[in-house]
């Protein structure tokens, strides 16, 4: 039996192999990270014996490439979370803080805890795409909300409340009327200083030439608004420069965005757990996508309460002695990422109240008892995952039944 400890960094990795009894099996020795090194390490992990595991900490994107390569030899990987290791104290009162000494730390909670590590399983490569195109879409999504609050604010100066003329919803592609319209119509004076046939003739051409729907009532009121409208920047090339190329940035990041939500959910569909992943309550083509992506395998997770802790949604627990803390906090030891999600699909359950849906009822009976709103949205995210995590792992073992028979 022996335990590998792996402290990784950005550019090197810092080994360690221990036997039972605190034997040293591997010194530390330092491996940098390229294929010829690791290659290396793998074939002196192979060396040691078939009765070896490799453990290592969750440290971002770093530990990837490693527990990938050794993987691949055929090697038992686990990888843990560093809180563990942290708290683990490594059997020293001594605060030492250096790779070597990590990386025996690491190799000694791995022989402590043998029965308990885990081996992991590298994330399809479909999997790992997916979760880097959610995060992507997350980052674009915020600045699309920048960009828009801009666009509404330059247009108070110039067409006061022009993003509330229509309520047309945001196409497929993007595409919102309101934003197209005033990257032509950038100024309420290039309404208000024509005729209304002259108006209502240019606006039934953009229209057509837009794809979006003309009504002659419409254009009536676009106009009768026009002549009322009081405006702070005048209609000259300055004001247009600014509203025009505000506006077309905006139409271009939600066209991204657009392409890279048809991209996401053409992965999704790869994915086994899809279809029952989207039809659950609350579930929308980003929010069912982001969950895929960021759980990934359930069958990774042996309770439910371990997919739980892994989001972050378990309320802490405090108790010593006849001391027992009430209303813990919750840890959010996971990720923040799949949190945001939760909070999302849960917010859809408040909006529409599904009396017949689980969730809602879980929320209905907290609110009754007069649960603060961040207590019962945290409780009713719990809720959904347990749900989650059932349906979609009972979707999972009876695809793997099927394939065997």
Same mark, same amino acid.
């Given at each position: ?38 290659? +290396? ?12 595991? +490799? ?18 030899? !055929? ?13 683990? !104290? ?114 039934? #051409? ?24 009081? @405006?702070?920047?005048?209609?000259? &090339? ?36 899809? &279809?029952? @992943? ?9 929010? !069912? ?24 949604? &378990? ?16 840890? #959010? ?17 408040? #909006? ?54």
């Amino acid at each position: 039996m022996n335990a590998v400890g792996i402290d990784i960094s950005k550019e090197f990795s810092v080994v360690a192999a221990l036997r039972p009894m605190g034997e040293v099996a591997l010194p530390p020795r330092t491996y940098q990270h390229d294929s010829h090194s690791i290659d +290396v390490l793998a074939q002196e992990i192979l060396a040691l014996g078939a009765d070896t595991r +490799v453990i290592m900490e969750a440290t971002g994107r770093y530990h990837e490439p490693v527990a990938q390569t050794l993987s691949q030899h !055929g090697i038992y990987v686990s990888i843990l979370n560093p809180l563990l290791i942290k708290q683990s !104290g490594g059997g020293s009162i001594r605060k030492v803080k250096t790779d070597k000494a990590d990386a025996l730390k690491i190799a000694k909670y791995g022989l402590d805890n043998w029965v308990d590590l885990r081996e992991h399983t590298p994330m399809e490569t479909i999997r790992q795409q997916l979760k880097l195109c959610t995060r992507q879409y997350n980052l674009y999504m915020k600045t699309i909300v920048s960009l828009q609050n801009n666009l509404i604010s330059l247009s108070d100066k110039t067409f006061p409340g022009v993003n509330e003329l229509f309520s047309s919803p945001e196409r497929k592609d993007g595409h919102v009327k309101w934003i197209d319209f005033l990257a032509t119509f950038w100024h309420c004076h290039c309404i208000a200083t024509v005729s209304e046939k002259s108006f209502t003739d240019r606006y039934q #051409k953009w229209c057509k030439r837009k794809g979006y729907h003309f009504q002659p009532k419409k254009a009536a009121e676009i106009y009768a608004k026009t002549q009322k409208m009081i @405006v702070t920047l005048p209609k000259n &090339d300055y004001a247009k420069l600014l509203v025009v190329t505000a506006a077309k940035q905006l139409i271009a990041s939600k066209e991204t965005l657009s392409e890279m939500k048809i991209e996401m959910n053409r992965m999704a569909k790869e994915l086994p757990e899809y &279809d029952t @992943v989207m039809a659950m309550y609350g579930v929308g083509e980003a929010t !069912g996508v982001q969950l895929m992506a960021e759980i990934g395998d359930v069958r990774r997770f042996a309770h439910r309460s371990s997919i739980v802790a892994f989001a972050g949604v &378990d309320p802490s627990v405090n108790q010593s002695g006849k001391q027992t803390s009430q209303g813990g906090k919750t840890t #959010k030891r996971g990720s923040p990422h799949l949190r945001k999600t939760l909070f999302q699909v849960v917010s859809t359950y408040v #909006k529409k109240k599904p009396e017949d849906e689980a969730v809602y009822q879980f929320i209905d009976k907290k609110r009754a008892e007069g649960k603060p709103y961040y207590v019962y949205m945290t409780a009713a995210q719990n809720k959904f995952l347990r749900i989650y995590y059932a349906r979609v792992k009972e979707c999972m073992l009876a695809l793997e039944t099927a394939s065997e028979g």
